[in-house]
């Protein structure tokens, strides 16, 4: 071959790799296992180039390890249930498991032709029954160890769809797909017991070393350890005695303005029964997001019911009781005391509501106790309190807590609690699209669990969409069933799974994907943990917690070994991909996007085909709607594979946003063909031995090699390429003989081959390597050849640098100084006088003074 074609050697070198089923991942004693991941993808139908840069980064570290003399495990899947697929019935009127099976079969279709080192022999969808059965059967093991559980709970439910909205599925109030008002709504629900595992899930991120920090401060967030003081008031002339109340800042208990339970509180619960003001604000109330986020944002709304409360320090401090919108029944008590002074919440709710406003604190040297705002400082700040419990002191928030803690206690007002904002995890949906839940409804034995030997419980496929709802519900008959403990009619959970579940523990199964258990204790002993695990920062605290309490959950039903309930070594989170957006206005004034493909750039600027000049949005992140998307499969066919590979990992880091443009992917076009043509020019040259040159060259092989290894290691993949462009150039440029070019030459190939395989291949063969070098070892730097025997060293004449000189490192000052004294520009310099001074400082510089 002549010439650099792109889609002729990928094609060829995909076939070989196939052929010899070298990526296929077969335990083996004899080598060390590693086990790398990126999280799968949805299947939507089509893949985008921020999957490109995500695979390929796993790519680069899967077949890096294979070189480096590792059995590697990199497989792929597809996170195959949820609500688009249904949606995409309702619109076509088709089958959510067609539409599904087939987008797979597209995507397959389109990341095949990127070269991943994939074993695609362990490949499964979540939606097979194959896999979701197992999952069925892990949910009755949990169901027997206590780690799920069926209780009433609020959820946000959309009236239009009838079913139960994610909270990233409420938006301003509202439905997601159907715009309808969300209510929040008591149904009963199934959970999972990750609540328990709080304080072990907080622990144990202090052991995950090669987590980014950020991560990890995001899930100890999440998880939300506080201590505080759980006490009541008492309540005056009211239908009950006590209100209990849970706080973090006890240290602000002389400050309180009111007491505010929520709209789900038994209190407030009562008074709705009897009073049809409370039921109205109530029913109001409900409507919205069911998390503290989405309860935040919203306006805070309150009703004062008319009750009052004592201070349990002055019984003459009474406070009234207002229901609120923005208090949950699922943290604390579902009760609290409001303290405008020092929360901005509190302080907004108390003026609109006529409260008073008393500080507590105020800033250190401040006198000042007249609020516009709350004084909110940090918990490690100090402050003086002015109506603390330890007197007029000056304290940190943190040590004012434990005073108010230990003085509340000493007086018999409740006690010290540590709680955790993580609650436990809601996993019904009402909704078809998912795994079934594996329990039947008996009317003489209640719920019980299916019998394994009845899995999977498989969806109905005879389905419509044609009315809102759970078509399960409406199904004649596959709710019917026999009850697998007395055996009378009885009737199956329609309920399915939350897809959390099905990708929290897909990596414990790829481990031994065809079993007929949930895994395969040698396996997984063997494979896991996931040694390396790449995906988005959007997963870092849902999909994260989840998949570490299942790995928990798992070891207990005995499905993972006790090394596995942290299945993630090292996580790393990989930047977006952006483009720039092109618009224009239309008629109506409303922005008009166009593709890139339909925009043509000149000095900066961009014009579509009639001369129209667009707006550029540069650096924007990838959306369908604003057209700005790039289809990796275009690139493909016009640049080729290894051209993208590259791209997305050369121009940043790979944990920052890359924007992709159509110059920069020509560009590494161009390069990875003068790749080719150096290669082809050394394996068609003459024997030409140049020893004078051919150690300069190999030296900086070894380099190379030392440097694009120490950046592959962590995860520098662009610092790693910017030393191949360098390398490639001396290559380029040397006048070393054919041998010691065809050496640099193959070893270029190798240290490219993790991002550019195909194209390293091809130059490997071309240069008579053995066998294929996607099976060759990795090379190793010669420690010797990083040691340079040689030294540069400025030379400065009056204070400005005006040349150089290179001297062995060896060298002795006094013949530093001959050197010097003979080199051209010294001797200009000096015009046949002597030097005031001549300075040389060994290794670093040479100073003249004339």
Not at 677 to 696: H, T
Not at 715 to 723: M, P, Q, R
């Amino acid at each position: 071959m002549t010439r650099y074609s792109a889609g002729e050697i990928e094609a060829k070198w995909q076939e070989a790799w196939d052929t010899a089923e070298i990526f296929k991942a077969v335990r083996s004693a004899d080598k060390p296992k590693y086990y790398v991941l990126e999280m799968f993808p949805y299947p939507s139908g089509r893949i985008h180039i921020g999957h490109v840069r995500n695979y390929t980064m796993g790519d680069v570290i899967a077949r890096y390890k294979r070189a480096t003399g590792h059995n590697v495990l990199h497989p792929m899947g597809f996170d195959a249930f949820g609500m688009p697929a249904e949606n995409a019935a309702m619109a076509s009127g088709g089958h959510p498991k067609e539409w599904t099976y087939n987008n797979i079969d597209t995507m397959v279709g389109q990341m095949k032709p990127l070269g991943f080192a994939l074993d695609w022999t362990r490949m499964f969808a979540t939606c097979d029954p194959e896999y979701y059965g197992q999952q069925q059967s892990m949910f009755i093991d949990f169901i027997e160890q206590g780690l799920v559980y069926r209780k009433n709970a609020v959820v946000n439910w959309d009236p239009v769809d009838m079913t139960v909205l994610a909270n990233e599925q409420v938006i301003d109030g509202k439905g997601w797909r159907s715009g309808a008002d969300v209510e929040r709504r008591e149904l009963t629900q199934w959970f999972f017991k990750i609540s328990d595992f709080s304080e072990e899930l907080l622990d144990a991120l202090d052991g995950l070393d090669d987590w980014p920090a950020k991560v990890k401060l995001m899930q100890a967030n999440w998880i939300g350890k506080s201590r505080g003081l759980q006490f009541a008031f008492s309540v005056i002339d009211g239908p009950v005695d006590r209100i209990e109340v849970y706080t973090t800042r006890p240290d602000t208990l002389m400050g309180a303005s009111f007491v505010g339970i929520s709209p789900d509180h038994p209190l407030a619960k009562q008074l709705e029964r009897e009073r049809e003001d409370v039921a109205a604000f109530c029913a109001e109330a409900r409507k919205g997001g069911t998390t503290a986020e989405a309860i935040e944002t919203a306006e805070k709304l309150g009703f004062d019911t008319g009750l009052r409360v004592r201070h349990p320090f002055d019984t003459s401090w009474e406070l009234p009781v207002y229901i609120a919108n923005f208090i949950l029944m699922d943290y604390g008590t579902g009760a609290i005391f409001g303290c405008p002074a020092h929360d901005q919440r509190d302080f907004d709710f108390a003026t609109k509501y006529s409260l008073p406003i008393t500080p507590v604190f105020v800033a250190e040297g401040d006198d000042e106790t007249t609020l516009t705002e709350a004084y909110v400082p940090l918990k490690t700040e100090k402050v003086r309190y002015v109506r603390g419990f330890a007197g007029d002191e000056v304290q940190t928030g943190d040590d004012a807590v434990n005073t108010a803690v230990d003085f509340c206690e000493s007086n018999g007002v409740g006690q010290g609690v540590t709680k955790f904002r993580l609650r436990d995890w809601g996993l019904s949906r009402q909704r078809y699209w998912g795994c079934p839940i594996p329990v039947v409804h008996c009317d003489t034995c209640g719920v019980v669990p299916e019998k394994k030997e009845n899995l999977p419980v498989r969806l109905p496929d005879d389905v419509t969409f044609d009315v809102p709802g759970n078509p399960l519900d409406r199904h004649p008959t596959w709710r019917n069933c026999t009850c697998p403990k007395c055996g009378a009619p009885a009737q199956r959970e329609t309920d399915t799974m939350d897809t959390f579940v099905d990708s929290s523990w897909y990596f414990a199964r790829f481990t031994a994907p065809r079993a007929d258990t949930p895994t395969v204790m040698e396996d997984a002993d063997y494979w896991m943990n996931v040694d390396q695990y790449i995906g988005g920062i959007e997963h870092a605290i849902l999909h994260l917690l989840y998949s570490r309490f299942f790995a928990r959950a798992m070891n207990i039903c005995g499905h993972l070994p006790e090394k596995s309930k942290e299945p993630f070594n090292a996580l790393f989170t990989q930047g977006m991909v952006t483009h720039a957006i092109y618009k224009t206005t239309g008629e109506d004034g409303r922005p008009v996007y166009h593709y890139p493909e339909e925009v043509e750039l000149r000095d900066g600027k961009g014009f579509l085909k009639d001369g129209t000049e667009v707006t550029i949005v540069p650096s924007a992140k990838m959306s369908k709607s604003k057209n700005n998307v790039v289809d990796p499969v275009q690139i493909i066919q016009q640049y080729g594979a290894d051209t993208a590979r590259w791209f997305v990992l050369s121009d940043s880091p790979p944990e920052r946003d890359v924007e992709w443009t159509a110059a920069g992917a020509e560009a590494a076009a161009k390069h990875l063909a003068r790749v080719y043509r150096i290669a082809a020019d050394i394996a068609d040259s003459p024997i030409s031995p140049n020893p004078s040159e051919d150690e300069a060259l190999l030296r900086a092989m070894h380099k190379c090699i030392h440097d694009v290894t120490g950046g592959v290691e962590s995860f520098g993949f662009n610092a790693s390429i910017a030393k191949l462009y360098a390398f490639t150039n001396t290559l380029a440029k040397s006048k070393a003989g054919k041998d010691a070019k065809a050496q640099a030459a193959k070893v270029l190939a190798q240290l490219m081959s993790p991002m550019t395989p195909h194209l390293s291949e091809e130059i490997w063969e071309m240069l008579g390597g053995d066998g294929l070098i996607a099976s060759a070892a990795w090379p190793q730097a010669d420690e010797a050849m990083l040691v340079d025997d040689t030294v540069t060293l400025p030379i400065q004449i009056n204070g400005k640098r005006r040349a150089e000189i290179s001297v062995p490192k060896d060298m002795t000052k006094e013949e530093v100084e001959k050197l010097v004294l003979a080199h051209d520009a010294v001797v200009k310099a000096l015009d046949g006088g002597q030097p005031k001074k001549l300075i040389v400082v060994p290794g670093r510089i040479v100073n003249v003074v004339v």
